[in-house]
């Protein structure tokens, strides 16, 4: 079985941009969350969707959003970028059957460097 | 809000050493609890897990780590560590009640073992 891919894996961009990350989640995972891994913060959670609905967010300004496809893809955007955004952005799946005891699986992340 | 504390943030230890690296949270209900290690160079991996019952648990490659409920405590140990343990190991809650896979992490802590 295929494990979680995040599209693109590397990304620079610049100040006041925007971005959109993809995530594929294992086949059959109906839940995707995000976190954000900063040498300063650590492992932050931004948001989990599951069955195309945000079921949780995290503390995180507007500026980042996400969605979640009838597929189960997800995507997340960051609008107006900030130096501070750099950081590496993990997805991670589980099966959810709403139960909480559901290993998440994690993906590669991707790296983001805003200039 | 709820938080985990890993006390150790550097460890350097010998092969065949003994390892205990400490885990706290804040939370007083319900919890789930979990430890994570990143081999360099790899994905965010689950070494075991917490949700009910003996509160020592057993998980991949010699790990083990108790519960202890009184103390907010879930530390990790093995009794042997290997070159190969060397990785980030990242101390995780879901807390609260309810259908969420909101993971809240710890800072990590970086293990060194040398041959």
């Known amino acids: 079985k295929a494990g979680v891919t995040q599209t693109p894996r590397y990304l620079i961009k610049t100040r006041g941009q925007q971005v959109t990350l993809s995530c594929s989640p294992i086949?059959?995972?109906?839940?995707v969350s995000w976190y954000q891994q900063t040498p300063g913060q650590g492992l932050q959670f931004l948001f989990e969707?599951?069955?195309?609905?945000?079921?949780n967010k995290g503390n995180f300004p507007g500026r980042f959003s996400g969605r979640q496809f009838s597929n189960s893809r997800s995507e997340m955007n960051v609008s107006t970028l900030e130096l501070g955004d750099s950081a590496l952005y993990l997805c991670?799946?589980?099966?959810?059957?709403?139960?909480?005891?559901?290993?998440?699986?994690f993906g590669p992340g991707t790296r983001l460097l805003v200039l | 809000a709820q938080s985990v504390s890993q006390h150790n943030h550097h460890v350097i230890l010998s092969e065949a050493a003994s390892l205990e690296l400490g885990c706290n949270y804040s939370?007083?209900?319900?919890?789930?609890l979990f430890w994570y290690v990143q081999y360099p160079g790899q994905h965010l991996q689950l070494l075991l897990k917490?949700?009910?019952?003996?509160?020592l648990v057993k998980g991949i490659k010699g790990f083990e780590a108790e519960f202890i409920k009184s103390k907010f405590s879930f530390n990790l140990r093995k009794p042997s560590v290997q070159w190969s343990d060397t990785a980030e190991y990242f101390c995780?809650?879901?807390?609260?009640?309810?259908?969420?896979?909101?993971?809240?992490f710890g800072t990590g802590t970086l293990l060194a073992v040398q041959p």
């Open positions: 969707y599951f069955s195309e609905t945000q079921r």
């Open positions: 991670a799946s589980s099966l959810s059957t709403g139960a909480r005891q559901e290993t998440q699986y």
């Open positions: 939370y007083g209900g319900t919890v789930n």
């Open positions: 995780a809650v879901i807390s609260g009640s309810g259908a969420t896979n909101k993971l809240i």
């Open positions: 086949s059959g995972h109906r839940s």
């Open positions: 917490y949700f009910s019952g003996d509160p």
